[in-house]
């Protein structure tokens, strides 16, 4: 059974503390890999997407990389104003519909 | 574009009734998703459609569920009779393609007391 694990569940950070998120995945058929931000009372908003091991994409304080077992989410000198849970999802097999994990509640405190 | 709009934003019913939910997906997205989230269970895919047509059903959880795509620019997810079991937050989202990435709206939390 296709599975998207994340971890950890939640986060706690203090200001400019850098650190990675985890999604590990077991899927047949890897189409891609999607990096979502959810803000409390709000729908997931779009980050990242990878298609390939090896591949890294970046968005100022974000960097999403790939392996072909699992994903990290590195986000460096993070601000209060990434709070949010980071949601990873995986596009696989013949009807490609995603997948998504439960998510990391990150906290970054001033 | 405003995005994907859904109505409404919160909906307390009892068990019993019946419960519309609707969206309004970006203008010239093929695809459009209706998914669950729950604490338990994360979020779920439902149904889609693709140019108003539903392609996979499968993760619709009982016939009380029911959705349908009359136009390109409205949804509805219906359920009828409501239970408490189906409180949670309900999104939809649309797309270009099958594998481009999601637009979603800012749901309708639905309480079923």
């Known amino acids: 059974e296709d599975q998207v694990t994340q971890s950890p569940e939640a986060l706690r950070l203090q200001e400019g503390e850098s650190s990675s998120l985890n999604c590990s995945y077991t899927v047949s058929g890897l189409r891609g890999l999607f990096w979502y931000r959810q803000d409390p009372g709000k729908g997931p908003e779009f980050l990242f997407t990878?298609?390939?091991a090896g591949e890294e994409k970046e968005k100022e304080r974000l960097k999403a990389t790939l392996t072909k077992k699992e994903s990290f989410l590195h986000i460096t000198a993070p601000k209060p104003e990434d709070s949010a849970t980071y949601l990873c999802a995986v596009q696989a097999g013949s009807q490609g519909n995603l997948i998504f994990g439960k998510g990391t509640k990150l906290s970054v405190k001033p | 574009d405003a995005g994907v709009i859904q109505s409404p934003r919160h909906e307390v019913t009892e068990m019993g009734q019946e419960v519309t939910l609707r969206c309004k997906p970006i203008?010239?997205?093929?695809?459009l998703f209706w998914y669950r989230q729950t604490m338990m269970r994360g979020l779920e895919l439902l149904i889609y459609f693709n140019n108003n047509v539903p392609i996979d059903d499968s993760g619709m959880p009982e016939d009380r569920f029911s959705a349908k795509m009359p136009n390109a620019s409205f949804s509805t997810l219906k359920i009828q009779p409501s239970e408490p079991r189906d409180s949670a937050v309900y999104f939809c989202?649309?797309?270009?393609?099958?594998?481009?990435?999601?637009?979603f709206g800012n749901g309708t939390r639905l309480t079923v007391t």
């Open positions: 203008s010239g997205h093929d695809y």
């Open positions: 990878l298609y390939s």
């Open positions: 989202a649309s797309s270009f393609r099958h594998q481009s990435p999601l637009h």
